[in-house]
């Protein structure tokens, strides 16, 4: 069965880093968009960030641009979130998720998700 799962949350001081990974298992991800997204308590799913198949082009959510980097290991099938000069709002549930869809893919068009890990981030 088609697993994402994800990894490297935990709590970490304002200022502070933190990187996530997403291990993906029983299928091949090469040809598809990778996401990463997050949710905070009362708060809507967004996306955070996004890469293309090819792993050259990027997407990132303006509140966090410039402090976090998507990247992916297609050998490894594996997605990473490097986050960098984390703050108190950054606190959320981040989930991975791969697309079938090309560009940047809305959440519906979403077809495989991970559970999430959380990132608690104190001040």
């Known amino acids: 069965q088609v697993q994402l799962v994800e990894s490297g949350g935990g709590l970490v001081q304002a200022g502070g880093s933190l990187r996530l990974s997403c291990a993906a298992s029983?299928?091949?991800?090469?040809?598809?968009?990778r996401g990463w997204f997050r949710q905070a308590p009362g708060k809507e799913r967004e996306v955070v960030a996004a890469?293309?198949?090819?792993?050259?082009?990027?997407y990132y959510a303006d509140s966090v641009k410039g402090r976090f980097t998507i990247s992916r290991d297609n050998a490894k099938n594996t997605v990473y979130l490097q986050m960098n000069s984390l703050n108190p709002e950054d606190t959320a549930v981040y989930c991975c998720?791969?697309?079938?869809?090309?560009?940047?893919?809305?959440?519906?068009?979403?077809?495989?998700w991970g559970q999430g890990t959380q990132v608690t981030v104190s001040s």
């Open positions: 998720a791969a697309s079938q869809s090309s560009g940047s893919p809305p959440e519906t068009e979403y077809d495989y």
């Open positions: 029983g299928r091949t991800f090469t040809y598809y968009t």
């Open positions: 890469i293309n198949r090819s792993g050259l082009r990027t």
